[in-house]
């Protein structure tokens, strides 16, 4: 298995809503990360993952939480987000937090809020 | 800090025509470089990567050059297709003081007519 599965794939939230993002590697990647993507600009880090421990915050907003219960598994859990943080929220995996071979990238999920 | 300046685009070709897309970069530390592809709709795929100086990745008829020399991974194919239509993106990987955090260019736009 070499994917990095994302669900959903879709997510129209209201501004007072909490809703989860989920993601799930089977590589036995030991680093995970999520990025934040806007239209037609490069991926920006929010958080990495790596054994399991949160090791980088790019100051992200208390409204999103990340979470990695196992080794395979990374939640993105999100609470009263604004209309601005409407994106493409893509997790990526790497066989260590180096990421010196490079990630592996799920296909995303299209988060609306609204 | 580091940086990566890709081409601008957006790049218009028609289909068998040879393909460059600039990258140049600056790091700290010893990076790894990678070239990233997003078709519409999707995550970024790793299209290929370089791990030291004057190493060559390929993939898919793509192929880039690690010169440090000139801190420069530029993208060439020789005969591009329509299917080769996407956004490019030039990144690195710092294993010194920034490990874990990738730096992704601004991306290039290319769009391969029949």
């Known amino acids: 298995d070499t994917e990095v599965t994302q669900t959903p794939k879709h997510l129209v939230m209201g501004m007072t809503n909490k809703k989860s993002l989920k993601c799930e590697q089977h590589?036995?990647?030991?680093?995970m990360y999520w990025y934040k993507q806007k239209a037609k600009k490069p991926p920006e880090l929010m958080f990495v993952?790596?054994?399991?421990?949160?090791?980088i915050n790019e100051s992200v907003p208390s409204r999103f939480s990340p979470e990695c219960p196992n080794s395979s598994l990374l939640n993105l859990h999100l609470h009263a987000l604004q209309p601005e943080d409407s994106a493409l929220y893509l997790c990526?995996?790497?066989?260590?937090?180096?990421?010196?071979?490079?990630?592996?990238f799920g296909s995303g999920t299209r988060l609306t809020v609204v | 800090g580091d940086s990566v300046t890709q081409m601008e685009g957006p790049v218009t070709l028609s289909e068998e025509a040879f393909l460059t897309i600039n990258c140049t970069y600056t790091?700290?530390?010893?990076?790894?470089l990678f070239w990233y592809v997003q078709y519409p709709g999707e995550g970024l795929q790793l299209l290929l990567k370089?791990?030291?100086?004057?190493d060559k990745g390929s993939n898919k008829g793509f192929e880039a050059t690690y010169r440090k020399e000139t801190t420069s991974f530029h993208l060439e194919k020789g005969s591009v297709q329509v299917s080769d239509s996407a956004v490019y993106f030039c990144?690195?990987?710092?294993?010194?003081?920034?490990?874990?955090?990738?730096?992704f260019g601004d991306g290039t736009t290319l769009t391969v007519k029949p």
């Open positions: 990526a995996s790497s066989q260590t937090g180096q990421g010196s071979m490079g990630y592996t």
């Open positions: 590589m036995g990647h030991r680093a």
């Open positions: 993952y790596s054994y399991e421990k949160l090791s």
């Open positions: 790091a700290t530390g010893y990076p790894s």
């Open positions: 370089a791990t030291k100086a004057d």
């Open positions: 990144a690195l990987s710092d294993r010194g003081t920034n490990a874990g955090k990738s730096t």
